[in-house]
């Protein structure tokens, strides 16, 4: 793949924050190793916002006050809970903002498996339409973290959301009682993911896209790899083809232990993997020797335990070491194991991303 400027379609970054996503991106070293995280939480909120009322505005003050240069949103845990307020229109194809987001699925509540049988998915939302929504917000936000922090544009694949729509002990039953209506849900909730991806290829918004649905537990998947790769691995495929086309390198998110489907995840397209969570069984030292220059590696620091109940020594420690493992060689993007809780202290929200700036310098000596 052609090596892409981190820029390209997106507002202007700073020069220097350019070059070091770039360069790891591209499997370089670059200043120092990139911070990619998402932030929920509201001590970072009062000590780098004080009495700022809009939210976009103080969390743009929170990522550029800890030196966070990639990010997909924010959470609003601590807002009053209009974050999942959405719109559906009649067909049932529901728009709604999530951390900045806005995202198109297919909503439908199923109480049975003879419901599910029954459905008839609508049409996907016309692709002009979503561009014309979606595109300028994408823009809009992108403008607001610049020019110290890359906003990656994103989406889920469909697969998530389809068990969504009846909990995971109804879906499970349907996967063996009713494949071919299980089938038709998770493409029916791939399609919208798919135009996105499409709109994303064409208007050039960003050299890298998210893609969140989560497939695992701790220390296993959800649900058997033969199912995964018939479904949830063609779905991810259809967003990630026309992004891998356009030079735009994926990253997939997923909570727990994907090992057991990452290369099948790997041939679908994507590029990098968050949030790699150790808690999970996600040896991030063993993915850099088994990957090397096919995977950038993204998070790791662990947010469950170490980051909201260590203390500030566990904290620099657990930086270090992910550091250590992860970044010589370029293509790591330091962050927690998935977001800064709001249960995280500021002491260790500081220390945590004073430790990536310092200890993240290249070469790295930790």
Excluded at 105 to 133: D, M
Excluded at 337 to 351: C, D, F, G, K
């Amino acid at each position: 793949m052609d090596r892409q400027p981190a820029t390209q379609g997106t507002p202007a970054l700073d020069p220097v924050v350019e070059e070091r996503i770039t360069r790891s991106m591209n499997f370089e070293e670059g200043d120092r190793v990139p911070i990619w995280d998402y932030i929920d939480n509201p001590f970072a909120l009062a000590h780098f916002a004080p009495g700022e009322t809009d939210l976009l505005a103080a969390n743009v003050k929170v990522y550029h006050g800890l030196g966070i240069d990639l990010c997909r949103g924010f959470g609003q845990s601590y807002e009053a809970a209009r974050d999942g307020e959405c719109e559906a229109d009649e067909q049932g194809v529901v728009r709604r903002v999530i951390s900045g987001q806005t995202c198109w699925s297919v909503r439908k509540a199923f109480n049975s498996i003879a419901e599910l049988e029954a459905y008839a998915p609508p049409a996907p939302p016309e692709k002009e339409t979503l561009r014309g929504n979606w595109a300028p917000h994408i823009r809009s936000v992108q403008a607001a973290f610049a020019p110290y922090t890359m906003y990656v544009p994103g989406h889920g694949c469909g697969f998530h959301s389809a068990y969504d729509t009846m909990g995971l002990q109804l879906f499970s039953y349907a996967v063996y009682d009713a494949p071919a209506a299980v089938e038709r849900l998770i493409e029916a909730h791939n399609a919208p993911g798919t135009l996105i991806a499409q709109i994303a290829a064409e208007e050039k918004l960003c050299p890298l896209f998210f893609i969140g649905d989560d497939i695992a537990y701790k220390q296993r998947l959800m649900f058997a790899p033969e199912f995964l790769r018939r479904t949830f691995v063609r779905a991810l495929r259809s967003m990630c083809e026309p992004l891998r086309n356009a030079g735009i390198k994926v990253i997939f998110h997923s909570d727990g232990d994907v090992t057991g489907i990452l290369d099948d995840m790997l041939e679908a397209g994507i590029s990098g993997l968050n949030p790699i969570e150790p808690m999970a069984g996600m040896d991030i030292g063993r993915l850099k020797r088994r990957y090397g220059r096919e995977l950038i590696l993204v998070g790791n620091v662990d947010c469950s335990q170490v980051l909201p109940l260590g203390s500030v020594e566990d904290v620099i420690e657990a930086t270090k070491e992910c550091l250590r493992q992860a970044a010589p060689g370029g293509g790591h993007f330091i962050g927690s194991s998935s977001e800064i809780t709001p249960s995280t202290p500021l002491r260790n929200v500081l220390a945590f991303y004073d430790a990536c700036r310092r200890y993240g310098k290249y070469p790295i000596r930790v």
